[in-house]
C-alpha cells in the first residue's frame, strides 16, 4: 500500500496507474481546486481536503494504515498566499519553518508526517519507467544553434534554480528570454514566445540538490503543447531527475511539431564544477 499526496497535473493520475499495475493499492489525499477530479477512479481510496489542511491528511493516512506515502503534483504558489487553509497541525507546523524555499518548506511537512508514522518516500521506486533518460526523444535532432542555446540555458537554469527562482529558463539565439518565477512553466514558455517568437530553447532542471520526492520537474504532452504552441526549437531536461509523462504521446506531439526533446546528463551537485553535454550525448 502506498499513500498519495496528489496536487496538479497528470503526474498523480500517471503514477496512481503505475503503483496499481505494480500491485499496490493506492490511498490518495487530493486537494481542492488542484487535483483532477478523475484521479478518483485510478485509487482505491481517496479523501479530498483544502490545501493547508495538514492533520485532516495525516488522519486519513491513519485511518487507512498507511505506512509509505509520495508526493505527486505541485500546488500553486499563487495559491499560498491567496487560497491556503490551513488546520490546527499546520498551523503549528507554520511556527518550525524557519524558510519558505521549496525543499525547506516541504522537508518540514514530511518531517510532521514521519513523527506520524507515515514516512515519505520518493516516487520513482513506484513508477521507474516515467523516469527521464538520457538522448533524443522523438525523431528531430537538436542543431548546431539549439545545442549553444542549450548550454547556455543550463548555466542560466543552474544559477536561477540555485536561488529558488524557477526551474524554467527560455533562450534565442545566447539571449535569455524568459526565466520562470512565480507563474509556472507554461506561463514562461508562452511570455518567451510573445517576446521572441519562434525558434526559443526551453530548458527545465531541478534545484540543485533539490530532495527529488519533492515535486521532481516532469515533461509530459503538456509541456509539449505549450512549446509548439509558441514554435520552441526545443524542449531540454535532465536524465535521471525528470520524470516523463506520456511519453508515447509526447513523443507525437513534439514530432509533429519539429520540435527536438533531450535529455541530458543532470547537473553536478551545487559544491562540483558545472560541465555540459557533448555532441555524442545530444545525439542519443
Known amino acids: 500500500m502506498v499513500g498519495l499526496i496528489a496536487g496538479s497535473g ?38 479530498w481536503v483544502h490545501v493547508g489542511q495538514l492533520g485532516r491528511t495525516i488522519r486519513a493516512f491513519q485511518a487507512a494504515k498507511v505506512g509509505e506515502a509520495v508526493m505527486a503534483g505541485g500546488i500553486a504558489k499563487v495559491r499560498l498566499f491567496g487560497g491556503l487553509r490551513p488546520d490546527l497541525a499546520a498551523l503549528k507546523l507554520l511556527t518550525q519553518i524557519k524558510s519558505f524555499d521549496n525543499d525547506s518548506l516541504l522537508g518540514t511537512v514530511a518531517r510532521a508526517f514521519e513523527e506520524e508514522g507515515i514516512r515519505i518516500v520518493d516516487p520513482a521506486a513506484f513508477c521507474p519507467d516515467m523516469i527521464a533518460r538520457l538522448g533524443t526523444y522523438g525523431s528531430t535532432e537538436p542543431g548546431p544553434s539549439v545545442e549553444a542555446d542549450l548550454r547556455l540555458g543550463m548555466t542560466v537554469a543552474e544559477v536561477a534554480s540555485r536561488a529558488e527562482v524557477g526551474q524554467t529558463v527560455c533562450i534565442k539565439d545566447g539571449a535569455v528570454v524568459a526565466v520562470e518565477a512565480m507563474e509556472g512553466t507554461d506561463r514562461c514558455i508562452r511570455r518567451a514566445g510573445e517576446l521572441a517568437g519562434e525558434g526559443v530553447v526551453v530548458v527545465k532542471v531541478a534545484m540543485p540538490g533539490q530532495d527529488l520526492r519533492f515535486d521532481a520537474p516532469c515533461i509530459g504532452p503538456g509541456t509539449v503543447r505549450t512549446c509548439a504552441e509558441i514554435g520552441a526549437a526545443a524542449l531540454v531536461f535532465e536524465a535521471e531527475r525528470a520524470v516523463v509523462l506520456d511519453e508515447a504521446e509526447m513523443v507525437r506531439l513534439a514530432d509533429d511539431a519539429s520540435l527536438s526533446i533531450v535529455g541530458v546528463p543532470p547537473l553536478p551537485a551545487p559544491s562540483a564544477v558545472v560541465s555540459f553535454p557533448q555532441r555524442d550525448v545530444l545525439d542519443g
Open 10 to 47: 497528470i503526474f498523480p493520475l500517471r503514477f496512481a496507474e503505475s503503483a496499481r499495475r505494480a500491485g499496490h493499492r493506492v490511498v490518495a489525499v487530493a486537494h481542492v481546486g488542484e487535483t483532477d477530479p478523475s484521479l478518483e477512479a485510478l485509487c482505491d481510496e481517496l479523501r
